[in-house]
């Protein structure tokens, strides 16, 4: 959050509403997202408000199938906006819920790395039939997984529902669950990818290969993060030098 929130108000302040941003070029909404992470998102948040501008008057659609059909929007954001931007009854399921419902009610140390038909079923169960209620569990139960019941040192003595955990009543035991492994991020293609992006963040002009290349730690690395930013959209070429896209 301490990240996040200054990035967030310097994108509000800039582009308060989709249509502001989608009169920007791609390029500024990559520069502006800065080291947030996965740059792809700022595209797509571009793409989205080119998408609500045209097709949405401008506004956020208030449907599941409508939000999922936006540039970048999966099954999670889209009942995330549902609920938290329209307090609607909506089932949001992020890693945190995930992991407060396998600890609290299944009595497993951490989730699995795919949501099983049986998770699904708890979480609906529990969540309130009103939409408000709805939504401020989704809030409340978001919030409990992220400060309380952390992955690696939960705070167990302060958790409000220690006294019904299923997990903690056990003895806080491991469970035999594969966990999802995240993949290493030094020495990637994808840091490469974030090294490449921010030499074309600080040039307003397009910059040679030659420049690129020179503080790349591995050539070959260095030429799969080109190609794969270039099919993406999130860069191009101009006469053999490469720089943001310009629409």
Same mark, same amino acid.
């Given at each position: ?23 920007? $070029?791609v390029a ?10 996965? $740059? ?7 793409e989205t ?22 540039? #970048? ?71 409990? #997984? ?84 270039l099919n ?7 006469? #053999? ?7």
């Amino acid at each position: 959050m301490k990240r996040v929130e200054p990035r967030w108000e310097q994108w509000l302040n800039r582009w308060p509403t989709p249509k502001d941003l989608a009169e920007s $070029p791609v390029a500024e909404a990559i520069r502006l997202w800065e080291n947030l992470g996965y $740059p792809r998102r700022a595209k797509r948040l571009h793409e989205t408000s080119v998408i609500l501008t045209q097709q949405f008057n401008g506004e956020v659609p208030q449907t599941f199938a409508e939000l999922i059909s936006l540039p #970048g929007v999966g099954e999670y954001t889209a009942n995330a906006i549902l609920a938290f931007a329209f307090g609607q009854r909506s089932l949001v399921l992020d890693v945190n819920v995930r992991r407060l419902l396998a600890r609290a009610w299944l009595g497993q140390s951490h989730q699995a790395p795919t949501i099983s038909a049986i998770e699904r079923a708890l979480a609906e169960k529990l969540l309130p039939s009103s939409h408000q209620h709805a939504a401020t569990w989704s809030a409340a139960s978001m919030e409990l #997984g992220a400060l309380i019941c952390t992955a690696r040192e939960p705070l167990c003595t302060q958790c409000p529902i220690v006294n019904d955990c299923s997990w903690f009543s056990q003895g806080k035991p491991h469970s035999d669950i594969a966990k999802k492994v995240q993949a290493r991020y030094e020495g990637s293609v994808r840091q490469e990818r974030g090294r490449i992006l921010k030499i074309l963040r600080e040039h307003q002009d397009s910059t040679s290969l030659e420049h690129v290349l020179q503080h790349a730690p591995d050539q070959q690395r260095c030429e799969a993060a080109l190609t794969q930013l270039l099919n993406e959209g999130m860069i191009e070429k101009i006469k #053999g030098c490469y720089a943001l896209p310009s629409s």
